[in-house]
């Protein structure tokens, strides 16, 4: 597989563990864990508000992950990489922890992106 093919199939791999749609679960749990120990919301109101909350657009994991593939197809070894996309399931986690790693690093960077698609939401939503 030429790296024009490995870089497509760890796109689509990614994506798929990553960015399916965020479920009212994940979102009621990402509520729960903004809010400092001892101080959460009580359980029916943490569901009325992960009601609202939409989840960021593909294009936002798009842009991550292919800066993420980028990065790997780098650093990692060619087999590694390969066995994830032959539907190695140790390969496939492995690179799934490793891009949970790099969101560690990048999370200040993560964040403003976030940031800016809140404004363009809320710019939209004054149109």
């Known amino acids: 597989m030429d790296k024009d093919a490995l870089r497509s199939c760890l796109l689509k791999a990614l994506m798929s563990m990553v960015a399916p749609s965020m479920g009212h679960g994940e979102r009621r749990d990402m509520l729960d864990c903004m809010f400092p120990v001892g101080q959460s919301l009580d ?3 943490l569901d009325a508000f992960a009601q609202g909350i939409a989840p ?8 991550w992950i292919g800066i993420f593939v980028d990065k790997v197809l780098d650093e990692m070894p060619a087999e590694r990489l390969h066995a994830a996309c032959e539907n190695d399931q140790m390969a496939q986690a492995g690179l799934y922890v490793a891009y949970l790693d790099f969101c560690r690093e990048r999370q200040a960077d993560m964040d403003c992106d976030l940031e800016a698609l809140r404004l363009e939401c809320m710019t939209r939503m004054k149109q």
């Not at 960021?56 to 842009?63: C, I, M, S, W, Y």
Request: glycine content about 0%; charged content about 45%; proline content about 18%.
């Open 43 to 45: 359980d029916e109101t």
């Open 56 to 63: 960021p657009p593909r294009e936002f994991f798009a842009k």
